[in-house]
């Protein structure tokens, strides 16, 4: 066998142990009820894509980074404790195909749980929107599909990037208890540390010109910086960069690499 069939077996039972999971789906539920309440809230649906990315980007940030943890918060710490890291470690299955196999199929379970209330907020936008709506703000800026599209893969790198830590983190707890106690810091960290140790920093050096860079280096901050640059501003002419683009994609890149790196050393380790 392969490592390309390892990964794949690995792959499938992951994904199959997903589908046997009602808890999941009513983490799919909860999380369209959510993004579908804020938007028709704000009037965002009615007045095109952007005025409905606006209304949802707050609840979006949140919402992937708690939905990755829930994810991927056990998914090496259970091995770990039922002791199958160390029968799988008598098996030809190297620490990549296992840890590759077991992060896609979550991958693939959180794009479900993130992506499909997306779309389907996208369809009821395209339905819903009136054609006035495609021009908007006195005529500054158009709106377009295109941009909401833009809007989801964005998302996609964001929450691929947070499901990365969460399995670093599971990785490293080495028991429930702990696991779960990390996802929770690491969440906080994630979601509102990391921004608020960048403000902070303002005190002790680090100037508003150089803001947009440092914020830009966070995952939160890359994403945001990314929506704000590539969806929002493109939508409405003459306004200036949020943070430098090149350095929030490379951002998130990093995290993503760094903490797959370690995620598999961890569990190498482990």
């Known amino acids: 066998m392969t490592e390309g069939n390892r990964f794949w077996t690995v792959f499938v039972r992951e994904v199959r ?28 649906p009615a007045g095109g894509y952007v005025p409905t990315v606006v209304d949802t980007l707050v609840a979006v940030e949140v919402l992937v980074p708690t939905l990755a943890f829930a994810v991927g918060y056990r998914a090496i710490a ?26 896609a199929g979550r991958a693939l379970l959180l794009l479900t749980i993130v992506v499909v209330p997306l779309l389907a907020l996208g369809i009821n ?31 996609v790198l964001y929450a691929l990037s947070s499901l ?4 670093l ?20 960290v994630l979601t509102v540390g990391s921004d608020l140790a960048v403000f902070a920093a303002l005190d002790t050096g680090v100037t508003t010109g150089t803001l947009g860079g440092a914020l830009a280096m966070t995952p939160a901050g890359a994403y945001r910086g990314l929506v704000f640059d590539q969806v929002l501003y493109v939508a409405v002419l003459g306004r200036s960069a949020f943070v430098p683009t090149w350095v ?21 380790a482990a």
């Open 125 to 155: 936008v395209a339905t819903t929107a009136g054609p006035e709506t495609t021009v908007f703000a006195s005529h500054r800026g158009v709106d377009s599909p295109f941009l909401f599209i833009r809007f989801i893969a964005l998302t």
């Open 17 to 44: 142990s997903a589908v046997r999971t009602r808890t999941y789906l009513a983490l799919g539920l909860v999380t369209g009820i959510v993004l579908f309440g804020l938007a028709h809230a704000g009037g965002g």
């Open 164 to 167: 990365t830590i969460a399995f």
């Open 248 to 268: 929030a994609a490379l951002s998130l890149l990093f995290w993503w690499g760094l903490t797959f790196v370690g995620a598999m050393l961890a569990t190498d």
């Open 169 to 188: 983190l599971s990785a490293l707890a080495g028991s429930r208890g702990r696991a779960l106690v990390l996802a929770l810091a690491g969440l906080l």
């Open 78 to 103: 259970d091995p770990a404790v039922r002791g199958e890291l160390d029968i799988l470690d008598t098996y030809p299955l190297s620490t990549w195909s296992y840890v590759g196999g077991v992060y």
